[in-house]
């Protein structure tokens, strides 16, 4: 969407949370993916985006379900509510063996349809809210049952485009034509 080429590396950074702050925790989180991933392109003109995502809900963090009974858990506290998807992007520029690191936070808040527990049922069975953070996709079949969004609709997807955007023009990755 960005004009921009990239590849995928998976960063096997440590996920675990460490703090009660949703914008610290995916800022944290963001930033410990692109540096995982950077250490292996010091040496390289690139840059590395990190990004992580969660749903909060009720003080605390809903991240990626353990299997699918935590899934229908966090969607029966989700589902007739209104619920916060943070995303936390760390972006890291590597360049003659130094870097140069900036990193950022946005939200959005998610209002759910109230479901039955047979819709819950079955969205758990279709295996979409696996490895999702709140245990939904809002680009796929869980859109269903999303009522309104507050906020940037990529931003909850997993990866804010206008903020991305606004951000790598900040910092000369992009100029005013891409």
Known sequence: MLGVS????????????????PEE???????????????????????VIGSDTIVWKDGKA?????????????????EG??????TGVCLVRCRNGEIRKTSFADAADVEFATMTEDEIDWYVSTGESRDKAGSYAIQGLGARFVKAIRGDFYTVMGLPMCSLYEKLREIDVLTNDQ
Not at 27 to 42: G, I, W
Request: glycine share 2%; proline share 2%; hydrophobic share 40%.
């Open 81 to 86: 509510d209104v619920h916060t998807v943070y």
């Open 25 to 47: 925790i995916v800022s944290t989180l963001a930033s410990r993916k692109a540096m995982a991933v950077a250490k292996h392109h010091l040496y390289e003109d690139c840059l």
């Open 62 to 78: 809903l991240g990626k379900p353990i299997d699918d009974d935590e899934a229908k858990c966090m969607i029966r506290s989700l």
């Open 6 to 21: 990239f590849s995928v590396e998976v960063s096997e950074a440590d996920e675990t949370i460490v703090s009660t702050i």
